[in-house]
């Protein structure tokens, strides 16, 4: 089966096979999501707790399948982003099983987008 042709990298001048990242552009990378990682509270500070794992295990003892996909659910979802607002956080009505796969594909790609938008 035929490859796609190199490219020429905009970066480091230098050719790049298909699929395959320049290393300046993964080091540039890394560093951006270290600055972010460090802006960003911790678990506890955005508000999940023992008492959130607690509930979000009881949620999940009764809502078992992901709404996505079907497979087991392995989280629980804030279906509207609460950034920090304690009452959309506690708030039942938002909340939604998901399997990983669907939590940390689908559903952050489609939040990047959505937060890009506004």
Known sequence: MPSRA????GLCGGVHAHGERCPKAEARHKERKALSDKKRPSAKAR???AEWARES??????FSSCRRCGAPATLVDHIKPHKGDKALFWDRRNWQPLCTSCH???KQSQERLSSKGA
């Not at 190199?6 to 990298?9: F, G, T």
């Open 6 to 9: 190199p490219r020429a990298c």
């Open 47 to 49: 508000g999940y707790t």
């Open 57 to 62: 295990k009881r949620f999940l003892a009764v």
């Open 104 to 106: 940390s594909g689908a």
